[in-house]
């Protein structure tokens, strides 16, 4: 049974036997609080483009990112190591449940990593004047390497005039894996901009 996460609460990742998880799949999604057909609640707004999100991982050594390589993006979608794969860029986040998907091989990471902070941001957001305020339904999930939802974090708060989002982060403690739910906003700019704060 899926577990709902509050802001702050930390669980612990591992198989309903008890034994070490393998791999997750972490889903994110997000709808477009306004009607993207336009009218009066689009020039409301001030934005006459679809909200572009963008999911990224910055994955950490000693929580640290030591190098831009290290970033899964669209621009990047494999880490190098080969254990973390971004699924691909969704443009609008229309449709239900993921809008992006971020697979990890824990059991496989180098051992160096011992953190992947998950994060969103608004491509363009101050071209096209866009926020996390017209953003809801805002939500981040693990799901085991069976393809079922453990935990789930949604994001419930006022994020007016946020333009990125620090959703959550996996982290690896004595030996297990946990997962924490940050849901911080932030007005950066992009993901070269949130990456910094982790360097």
Known sequence: ???????????ELKKESGGALTSVMVGLGWDEA??????????????TEEIDCDASAIICQNGKLVSNADLVYFG????RSGCVTHMGDNLTGNGEGDDEQILVNLQQLPPEYDKIV???NIFECT????HFGMIRNCFIR?????????CRYNLSENYDNMTAMIFGELYRHNG?????????GTSDTGIRVLAERFK
């Not at 306004?34 to 934005?47: H, T, V, Y």
């Not at 071209?127 to 866009?130: E, G, P, T």
């Not at 085991?144 to 939802?149: P, R, S, T």
């Open 127 to 130: 071209s096209r004047h866009q």
């Open 34 to 47: 306004q009607p993207a057909s336009g009218g009066f609640f689009k020039s409301l707004f001030n934005s």
């Open 176 to 184: 297990a894996w946990k997962f924490n739910a940050i849901g911080q």
């Open 1 to 11: 049974m899926s577990v709902s996460l509050q802001k702050g609460q930390k669980v």
């Open 142 to 150: 693990i799901c085991d390497d069976k393809g079922k939802e453990m």
């Open 118 to 120: 998950f994060v969103v």
């Open 76 to 79: 990047n979608l494999k880490h």
